[in-house]
């Protein structure tokens, strides 16, 4: 009775670790929460493109995720419309949505973005790509590919200051940001 009780339990013991293995690979893969985090790597996360290519996010340091049928991301679009017609901004941006890529680069023309379209329209829950567009307006900092910062759009102006050297040092993040990584 006893050995039969011990197999049982072992048995459950087995299985609930393979079930929280399972989940932990599955966080580790799409960010903690289902969510991108400071420090993981989107350098190979595939956005498509006009042209129908697909571009990778390490390609890029800023990324700007939106969508078009939010209402939020359309308040937002004022604020990036500052920023992208600034000569001093970074270097390299998409603005990345959800979807048709033909509804994205309305929504950016109509908005006047000088800047690389790109959208997320086939993507499995729980994917990066998916993580990656859950949340809009949001906004990515990377260097080499990796987040340094993110937070919500109307947090453009702290999240661009994460590209800048004087500002990559512990401790100067906002909280939302948790800490920026340094590789």
Do not use: N
């Not at 350098?43 to 939020?72: M, N």
């Not at 500002?167 to 948790?178: E, I, L, Y």
């Amino acid at each position: 009775m006893i050995a039969v009780r011990s197999t049982k339990t072992a048995a459950a013991l087995a299985t609930l670790a393979a079930v929280q293995f399972t989940l932990l690979a599955d966080r580790l893969e799409t960010g903690s929460d289902g969510h991108v985090a400071i420090g993981d790597d989107l350098s190979g996360v595939r956005v498509g493109g006009d042209d129908g290519r697909d571009s990778l996010l390490g390609e890029f340091q800023l990324v700007l995720v939106f969508d078009p049928e939010c209402a939020h991301s359309g308040l937002a679009a004022s604020k990036w419309e500052a920023l992208l017609r600034d000569p001093d901004r970074p270097g390299s941006i998409v603005a990345v949505a959800p979807g048709s890529f033909e509804a994205a680069a309305r929504h950016a023309a109509a908005q006047g973005w000088q800047v690389t379209v790109a959208t997320v329209d086939r993507f499995r829950p729980g994917s990066r790509e998916h993580a990656l567009v859950s949340r809009t307006p949001w906004v990515f900092a990377l260097q080499d590919g990796r987040v340094v910062a993110q937070g919500h759009g109307d947090e453009l102006a702290e999240v661009v200051a994460a590209l800048s050297p004087a500002t990559r040092t512990p401790g100067t993040a906002r909280p939302q940001f948790a800490t920026v990584y340094l590789p």
